[in-house]
Structures are given as structure tokens and as C-alpha cells.
């Protein structure tokens, strides 16, 4: 595996299920991140991890739970969605460190998450 | 509040036209600008980053300029073939945070 892989690619689930989202990482980074695109909008940050420790919530609900338990991998626990939290989901990484030059972001393939 | 907007939104051109796409963001502290592809239901492939103190990045095809002070980037794509159809979007570094614009849609016609 190289580059940056999401699983499942597609996820279909109900309100009331709960579900995971995993990333996994072949690049040796140090920083992870979720993002989520929607229809019509931008893509948006949720969270991103350096060196396993999250340092950016960027306002997501608690019905989203992200874990990181080491450098390499990265998940998204799902809990009672909503049907509005349909859309793509992706995971990127990059090399982060104090005094090195803002690294290019790699993003995996998404999984397409669609809530009933 | 960083802000990028790109510019058409969607753009359809016959093969071989060179073309230009646009990039604009309100706040010039950043530090680097990214340009990516995506393909329809598909994750995005990084083109080319310019870092703030670049003015530009070539890649095969490929040609992206950063102008800071005004805030302005443009991706130029020589030669433009089919399988360059896709959407392209444009994002800046602020930190950590990078802040997308919404993408232009380009068609390519054979």
C-alpha cells in the first residue's frame, strides 16, 4: 500500500448505528487530519492530529469522535448521525515540524458516507 | 476569516486551448497556496504547491502563479486534453488550516 487509504469507500448507515471511518498513512507523517465535503460546499477541516495529540476541533458535533492512536492511523467514530452529514469524507497527512516549510497535504480516495 | 473563491465555476473548452484558472483569498498571511484534482466521487491528487515566498511552480503541463500581496493565484493548463476534465481546486495554508475554495469544473471537449 502507498500513499494515503481509506476503508470502507462506501458507507451506507442508519441514524441509530454506529460506525468507523479508518485512515492509514504510508508516507512516515507526523499529522493527520478528517475533512468532510458536502454537496455544494467547500471542503472543511474537522480535525487534525500532530503527533497523535488532536490539535484542532473545528467546531464539529460530538456525534463525531475522532481517534488517533498513533502516527500512522487515524478514525472517525460515527454515533447517531443525521441524514445532513451525508457526504465525502477524506483524510490527508503531512510532515509537520518546527522549522520546516508548510508541507504539501495528501489526501486518501474519501469514504462516501450516506446516512438513512 | 481566511475566505478563497475560484473563478469560473465551471468551464467547458475544446482540446488543445490553453486555459487559466483563478484563485482569490482575502487574508495574504499564508504560507503556501495548493492546487489540486479531483475526479468525480474521487479523493484529490495534489498538483502543485507554491510556497509563500515562491511566485511560481511548473509541472509538466502545468503552470501556477502566486501573487500574495494581491491575494491572487492562477493555475495555467497548456495544451489541454480530455483527460484533464476534472475539478480543480485552489487552497492556502494558514498554520496548520488549510481553507478551500469551492473548485472550478473544467470540461474538456474532444
Known amino acids: 500500500e502507498t500513499g494515503v487509504t481509506q476503508t470502507p469507500r462506501h458507507l451506507v448507515m442508519g441514524m441509530t448505528n454506529k460506525k468507523s471511518l479508518k485512515c492509514e498513512q504510508h508516507l512516515g507523517h507526523n499529522a493527520m487530519y478528517w475533512y468532510k465535503q458536502s454537496a455544494k460546499k467547500p471542503l472543511e477541516l474537522m480535525f487534525v492530529?500532530?503527533?497523535?495529540?488532536?490539535?484542532e476541533n473545528n467546531s464539529v458535533p460530538s456525534r463525531f469522535s475522532p481517534e488517533c492512536p498513533n502516527s500512522s492511523h487515524l478514525f472517525l467514530h460515527l454515533h447517531t448521525l443525521q441524514p445532513e452529514d451525508s457526504a465525502l469524507y477524506l483524510c490527508?497527512?503531512?510532515?509537520?515540524?518546527?522549522?520546516?516549510?508548510?508541507?504539501?497535504?495528501?489526501f486518501g480516495p474519501g469514504t462516501r458516507l450516506t446516512v438513512l | 476569516k481566511q475566505e478563497v473563491t475560484q473563478i469560473p465555476a465551471a468551464l467547458s473548452v475544446p482540446e488543445g486551448e490553453n486555459l487559466v484558472l483563478n484563485c482569490s483569498f482575502t487574508d495574504s498571511a499564508i504560507y503556501n497556496l495548493q492546487w489540486f484534482r479531483q475526479d468525480p466521487g474521487k479523493g484529490l491528487t495534489s498538483l502543485l504547491l507554491?510556497?509563500?515566498?515562491?511566485r511560481e511552480q511548473t509541472s509538466g503541463r502545468l503552470n501556477a502563479s502566486l501573487d500574495k500581496s494581491s491575494g491572487r493565484s492562477t493555475l495555467y493548463i497548456a495544451a489541454s486534453q480530455p483527460g484533464d476534465s476534472a475539478t480543480y481546486l485552489c487552497?492556502?495554508?494558514?498554520?496548520?488550516?488549510?481553507?478551500f475554495g469551492q473548485g472550478t469544473r473544467l470540461t474538456i471537449n474532444p
Open positions: 492530529y500532530n503527533f497523535k495529540e488532536q490539535t
Open positions: 507554491i510556497q509563500s515566498s515562491q
Open positions: 490527508a497527512s503531512s510532515q509537520e515540524g518546527a522549522g520546516l516549510t508548510y508541507n504539501e497535504q495528501f
Open positions: 487552497a492556502v495554508r494558514g498554520a496548520q488550516k488549510l481553507v
